[in-house]
């Protein structure tokens, strides 16, 4: 079970001036913050908010972040300062506004976040022993007194204990200098402090030896001793052990001891020292490559680890922010390219550097959003249910796809779930111009607007006659009440109100002219506001008659080519088909890249849709129908 224990180290409160380091408890972790404020009634101030937090301490990233904007937004007439540590299991996050976080860990000390006046986030796996060091602006002067301390092997406590006079000496910063060590550990070993030394209870009187004159050394009982040793090996040993022995005697007498060596004897003793200096060697030799390889193996701990931090912060920040985790991760292998480059060759580290680069390529092409797809799987073949299809367009209308043959001048509704069947047929009409759905029916621009209802043996009826507005229309669109006709002739978009017993006079709905040419636009999408794609690779966006600011975001290749597009009312996402690149590329409305589908099978496609509710698009290429999942 691992512990967090917080070490506070605070200048003296004044009316404007306060701090304090907080420790909260939740189901599956502890938050640790140090906080200073600012301001009239400081104290009551920063009271305040950590009874709120004890009330309900943020427990998540997103909790962390919004805590801490709410310090910076509800509060404008009081400065706030805070640094956070947020530990779970696994997992450690960090957060400051106005502050600054160190990081102690093995035996390195540095900057993890600096100080700020934005607030900063960075998430990371922890590890046993690390010791946090938070502090706020005017405590900034202390770092590399604090750094100092922890090069030198110090431990947290012991560099607390020397902080706190010179935090509360600083006579500038009194009251304002906040600092809080945060260590997380397994378990917490409180020091052992040995027992003093008594003194005797009286003084005694010691005698001293008395000396007895003898004719023996004092080396006689280890003579005595080694005799016996010696009878012992003679009586175990053969001759060879006998020899050895003798060899290591001599060893160890001194120079004026009298004894016989042979000349085997002395070879012996010669390779004795040999051998015994070749080991002696090769274990210093294995010793120091030991140490040199852990210093070095450490090093590169140590260097990789900061990449691997922002590598797992970008994994969590994909969902909500998918281009800044990209941009991110993107940095992360570029510094990793050089770092690989210059010590991916190094014996023993060098598979480090290698491994750390190519697990960074691997979530940047996980996250980057690109897919590619040798050949599309083929939902439907349309000649199933109409011999010689030829799809002009599509549209999907609840969960139904409708697929138009306008040479043939036929329809074909297909019910996405169960592929059922309705074969509609509008040979009555002299043309199809161009076709749109509503919820029920199939409208058709021809000479006028016609509406045909998904009904068997329905026929076209006319709904608005042919007049200037729709007479030359090159694109039809219907959102709810409204049908929209785009009329290059007139340089407008004619919207029409139906109504249950009829359609009013068109409505020019453009007020901000297009900046390019009418014929040009390719495609047009309705979503509440209208979408146009353009044979250039131009997307606009236009919100009741008027141009919308709209760029695209993230998109490594721009569009350059004919775009089809489609949109729906409930969704913050664009859809855009790119024929001639072969890709289907996914936007927010914002025009940030989300995602991006390539395969040659788009080549010839020539209309699509999207059904959101069931996670697929659907692209058409003369009678085979592909399926494309854009659910994430």
Known sequence: MWSLRVTPIVGLPTYTDWSQAATFHFDSGKFAILLSVHGQSAAVLGQSVLNELETAPPESVE?????????????????FSAACVLVTEEKVTLGTLRAGILLHRDLTTGTVLPVSAEISLRSGKRKPDDVYILLNEQAEQFVPAIEQHFAKGLLAEVVATLLVPAV???????????IALVEVAEKFVEPVVPEPIREPLAETAISEPEITASSETTTQPKRVHFAALISRVLSKSNQLGVKLWLVARSLRFHKSGVYVQTELQQQWRRRLILYAGIGLFVMLLVVGFWWWSRTQQAAARAELAP???????AQNLVNSEPLAARQEVSKVVAELETLASTKGTQRFVGTRYTTALTQAQEVLTAISGKVAVDELPIFYDLRLAQSEM??????????KGVFIDAEKKRAVVLDLASKKVQLLDVSALSQVQATAVGDDSLYILSDGIWQLAFSDNATPQEIKSSGDSNKGGALLGSFGSFLYVLNPEKRNVFRYTQTADSVSDPIGWIIDPLPVS????????IDGEIWFGSDAGEIFRYASGRREKFATTGLEEAF???????????????????TSKQRLVILNKDGTFLREVKSPSIATVTSFFVDEVGGFAYLTSGSTVYQIAVAE
């Open 63 to 79: 909790d962390l972040h919004t805590m801490l904007t709410d310090l910076q937004e509800n509060h404008p007439d009081e400065v």
């Open 168 to 178: 509360q000496s600083s006579l500038r910063d009194s009251g304002a200098a906040a």
């Open 307 to 313: 990449f691997e931090e922002r590598l797992f912060f």
């Open 390 to 399: 030829v799809t002009s367009s599509s549209h999907g209308a609840d969960g």
């Open 518 to 525: 009418y014929d040009t636009i390719s495609a047009m999408s």
């Open 560 to 578: 350059s080519s004919t775009l089809l597009l489609a949109t729906l009312p409930d969704s913050e996402k664009i859809y855009v088909l790119e």
